[in-house]
């Protein structure tokens, strides 16, 4: 036989040619002067069909297939007589690889939280295929748009001492667990030690990172600050890890983040590599998977795809945190019956919940939306205080896009020493813990500044699908870990 031809290159172009392929049936009809076999081999979501004629020597294996079974074809290429394609194999040798009794997905629509108890066969259905195959795109784009604007790629660990948030949101490294499964004992409880000399620091070998306390990242941005302050423009991309306990569609316990940092860099320019970046992936996408996208505008989020052009063509929105809490007031105002738009309070001084951000990009500017100097009291330590208000707000921004809320986070970075400091010693850290970090401002500091994508969250955006728990091959959330 030939060697396998994959289905995404199976054009018209071949009309006349000896093909073999293979794949996973997904229906199979038979007649008598004929069967179809809708074959699908992962590369893109028409699949091929085969023709198998009543007098081809394989045709009595056509009885024994069915839905999910993998099987190879060999067969010319011609042209269809059916409207629903232009070409189809027919087939003079067929090869039954797997059989598939009892397969769970059937030719119909499942939900996609019925999918997620079996995300080990997901990837077979359209939807995940397509997902998948856009999340693919999205990340080499991105290697594409930094490379092509000189940033060097920086690997940052995902185990550390350090906190980036400060927020506490961090899992905990342990080492080993006793046979029962629970943990070693703790340092305190522990007693074999005890014949050590009392000079020797207790330490538990078991528990924690080798009697280091460490966690999974919650972000490289302090990795890639250090590297930035010597390279100049670098980027991180990788997983990261949030021990917060949200069930909501925007949320995952491990997601993955792309964290550009530059140094020489301020707020503005900041904002703009964002937009810049936005655009080259969601044009990247356009152009190269006009099919999936296709499919996801019919069938998952009407718009889609007018709601991308709008995000190639028109330069996205701008304002401060100010302004913005101008407009929300101004939406929120009670109507006739004393009702107001918003669930949670809307005044200068509070975080923006979801509904507000979705409000700013979806309804006010149908458009993404930068919000920047937001008040320091709501944002971490790292971020620059703005002189102008005596550090009031802070240098930083977040991008809102319409059906997501918050896509990136980012700001200029504090790079006064004294300063740094001093927010530090005020957010309640542990001041040892970042001498490192200090040091980036004792020695040659400069300005610079960076953000986080999250890149579930732009796949979310790209494909309009709602859960972010579908857009990422084997999702983390609470109670979550099976596969
Ligand atoms: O706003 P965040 O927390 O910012 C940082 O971590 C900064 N250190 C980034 C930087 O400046 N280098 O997170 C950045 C983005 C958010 O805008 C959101 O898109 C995504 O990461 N994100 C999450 N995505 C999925 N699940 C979660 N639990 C997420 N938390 C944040
Ligand atoms: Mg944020």
Not at 69 to 77: F, K, M, Q, R
Not at 88 to 98: D, F, P, Q, S
Request: glycine share 6%.
């Amino acid at each position: 036989a030939p060697p396998r031809t994959r289905i995404n290159t199976v054009s018209s172009d071949l009309i006349g040619n000896t093909l073999c392929v293979k794949g996973w049936v997904r229906s199979v009809r038979a007649q008598k002067a004929f069967a179809f076999i809708d074959l699908n081999d992962g590369t893109n979501l028409a699949g091929l069909q085969i023709i198998v004629h009543g007098d081809a020597p394989c045709f009595p294996l056509v009885s024994t297939l069915s839905t999910g079974c993998s099987i190879s074809a060999v067969g010319e290429l011609v042209a269809s007589l059916g409207s629903a394609q232009p070409v189809e194999l027919r087939a003079t040798a067929l090869t039954l690889l797997g059989s598939a009794a009892q397969y769970p997905l059937q030719k119909k629509r499942h939900s996609l939280e019925f999918l997620r108890s079996i995300a080990h066969l997901r990837p077979r259905t359209n939807s995940i295929a397509a997902v998948s195959r856009i999340r693919s795109a999205l990340a080499m784009a991105t290697h594409a748009f930094f490379s092509e604007n000189g940033f060097v790629y920086v690997h940052s660990p995902l185990i550390t001492a350090s906190d980036c948030e400060g927020a506490g949101e961090m899992f905990r490294v342990t080492t080993a667990l006793q046979q029962d499964g629970t943990p070693q004992p703790s340092e305190s409880s522990q007693t074999e030690h005890s014949e050590q000399s009392d000079s020797t620091p207790r330490v538990d070998f078991k528990n924690d990172f080798f009697g280091k306390p460490a966690f999974l990242t919650v972000s490289g941005q302090l990795s890639a600050e250090c590297f930035a302050t010597a390279l100049g423009d670098v980027y991180t991309f990788g997983p990261t890890f949030r021990a917060e306990n949200s069930n909501t569609s925007r949320h995952l316990a491990e997601f993955w983040m792309i964290e550009p940092e530059m140094a020489f860099a301020d707020l503005h320019d900041d904002m703009n590599n964002a937009e810049q970046l936005v655009k080259y992936l969601v044009s990247h996408v356009i152009q190269k998977c006009s099919a999936d996208l296709a499919f996801f505008d019919r069938f998952i989020q009407k718009g889609l795809l007018q709601k991308l052009n709008t995000v190639v063509e028109k330069p996205f929105a701008r304002l401060s945190y100010t302004e913005a809490i101008d407009i929300l007031e101004r939406a929120n105002k009670p109507n006739k019956k004393g009702k107001r738009r918003f669930e949670f309070e809307v005044r200068w001084g509070v975080d923006l919940q979801s509904e507000h951000e979705r409000y700013l990009a979806e309804t006010h500017f149908q458009k993404p939306v930068f919000v920047y100097n937001y008040p320091s009291a709501i944002k971490a330590f790292y971020m620059r205080a703005n002189d102008e208000d005596g550090g009031k707000t802070c240098a930083a921004m977040d991008l809102l896009v319409p059906g997501i809320g918050e896509l990136i986070g980012g700001s200029q970075r504090e790079e006064r020493l004294d300063v740094l400091e001093d927010k530090i010693e005020k957010s309640g850290l542990e001041f040892d813990a970042y001498w490192w970090y200090l040091d980036l401002r004792r020695f040659g500091t400069v300005p610079h500044a960076g953000y986080g994508l999250g890149f579930e969250r732009m796949v979310q955006f790209v494909t309009g699908m709602e859960n972010i728990r579908d857009v990422i091959p084997f999702p983390r959330y609470p109670g979550n870990a099976e596969f």
